[in-house]
């Protein structure tokens, strides 16, 4: 016997009242932009599937449902992503070198959820710049990324900052090939210090820095040990700078911690990485980061930096409508 009214497992209605409160962050959110300079675009749902997973890594392809363009013959994907479809936009559909100001919010489907009890279906809302490579552009994102999660009523946060140069420029001051790097970055992320020992090319001094790197988390404090620890060379020298200068930045506002193993998106990212943590939430309820080669897959790279939270997510925080 079928039964008509099922839904796939993690997908859901949002029913009264939850639908009217999340409306009322999605209509708050995108006049918050606004106000701040952003312009909305709406990307489509589904687009070929080339350009939803250009320069994303495996991890996007393994997130999007597949199906094939009755039109052209031509495969298609239902979005898991909106922030490469705004890259898409800023190279092509608003191609002008000044700074662009960003925003956007829809639904977007994922093959399988990404977190315990998650929707398959999350709302993404998020903003981002481009054309902005200073270290100005990133400060400006997180300041309205706490901005926003304030309007949706978590007033205070912990904020998380990383920078996955500090990564980078170790695996290019060991000159290893992109497999080895990749199992690095598997066993770093999941701060695996046993796995780590065990891989190919994890030797020397390099290697002593890559597991130092895997317990540099905590406050302000972690950036000193850091400069004392890792190699002085160009590419870890600036990352260090840019996180000092955050830390300046965000002194004494709000609860800071850095973490300088944090690789999410390390496919894509560039530079700066962050995210935000409250209370009764497991995970990052917002995440944000500098991604400047996003739109090399479109032809036209520019700086960007920008961030995105799932209000979905964020529904037993949200007032009333």
């Not at 994922?110 to 400060?139: C, K, M, V």
């Not at 944000?288 to 479109?298: P, Q, V």
Request: glycine share 10%.
């Amino acid at each position: 016997m079928t039964y008509r009214w099922l839904l796939p497992e993690f997908i859901e209605d949002i029913l009264p009242p939850d639908a009217w409160r999340l409306e009322w962050a999605r209509r708050n959110l995108l006049d918050l932009f606004r106000a701040k300079g952003f312009q909305l675009v709406m990307p489509p749902l589904l687009e070929y599937i080339e350009s939803l997973q250009a320069g994303t890594g495996h991890d996007m392809e393994l997130l999007t449902f597949r199906l094939v363009d009755q039109l052209s013959g031509r495969q298609l994907g239902l979005r898991a992503d909106i922030t490469l479809q705004v890259a898409r936009i800023d190279a092509h559909g608003m191609s002008h070198t000044g700074i662009n100001r960003l925003c956007y919010a829809g639904s977007i489907m994922h093959t399988r959820p990404e977190g315990l009890n998650q929707s398959r279906e999350p709302f993404q809302i998020g903003a981002e710049i481009y054309g902005l490579a200073s270290l100005e552009g990133d400060i400006e994102i997180q300041e309205l990324m706490l901005e926003a999660l304030r309007c949706t009523g978590l007033p205070q946060v912990t904020l998380d900052v990383g920078h996955v140069g500090l990564f980078r420029g170790l695996s290019r001051l060991a000159g290893v090939d992109a497999k080895t790097e990749a199992d690095w970055f598997a066993a770093l992320q999941n701060k695996d210090v046993p796995a780590l020992d065990a891989l190919a090319g994890v030797s020397g001094r390099v290697g002593t820095t890559l597991r130092q790197l895997a317990d540099l988390n905590g406050d302000q404090a972690v950036l000193a040990r850091a400069r004392r620890l890792l190699p002085d060379v160009p590419e870890i020298r600036e990352a260090l700078h840019q996180l000092e200068q955050v830390a300046r930045h965000f002194a004494d506002r709000l609860p800071l911690t850095f973490d300088l193993a944090e690789l999410r998106g390390y496919h894509y990212h560039s530079g700066l990485v962050f995210a935000a943590y409250a209370s009764g939430y497991p995970d990052a309820v917002a995440r944000g980061g500098r991604y400047d080669d996003i739109g090399r897959a479109f032809g036209r790279a520019r700086p960007a930096t920008g961030f995105s939270l799932d209000l979905r997510e964020l529904l037993p925080s949200l007032p009333p409508g």
